[in-house]
């Protein structure tokens, strides 16, 4: 498979789907990860720093959206063949953490239409099982930005899709955003959905024992959301 992106040799891994894309590589970038991957790092810096990478995935995410041909006459009174959005977009995420990409997608577009999906592990099963769902009642006709910040497994993520599917969304007007994936989350997912792109900033080592990535930046939720 080929490889669609500027990853460094390092954090490359051996093959990627077609389907995964990540943001330039860029050491920019990386400061700004290092920085949210600190565990000293406050929750303010933390918020400031994720918001920063958020609003670029989700900028890299609109990229993929597809546009028409369009026409318009600007000021000067020359007419310009451009190009323009076609169709909507909403975006869904997934509870809790998702929640903290929802503002990056409102900064960028305007009154966009957010859902949300809440997943949690059954006790007797241990699959992910979901609890709650509130979808935009329209989403059949939409390009979906499904967000989760941490795509460790791949098992709330790939539940998520399911749901959205069983709402008449088809695979590829599905685009799932992440700041950090697992190269065992983005196989397992990429593999149930090939025609569903997915962004992610960056792709770590693997994931632990507990099913954390790392290196990571420990449990996205606790950092954002408490001290
Ligand atoms: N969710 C998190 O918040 N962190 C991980 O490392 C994995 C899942």
Redesign the pocket.
Known sequence: MVAQNSLSSQTTPASLPPSVFTLPQTAQLEALYTIIRDKSTSRGDFLFYSDRIIRLLVEEGLNHLPVVPKTIETPTGVTYEGVGFEGHICGVSILR?GEAMEAGLREVCRSVRIGKILIQRDEETAQPKLFYSKLPQDIAQRYVLLLD??L?TGGSAMKAVEVIMEHGVPEERIIFINLIASPEGLRNFCTKYPALRVITGWIDQGLNEK???VP??????ERRYCS
């Open positions: 953490a910040p941490m460790a099913s954390y990535i990571g930046l420990g449990d996205f939720g």
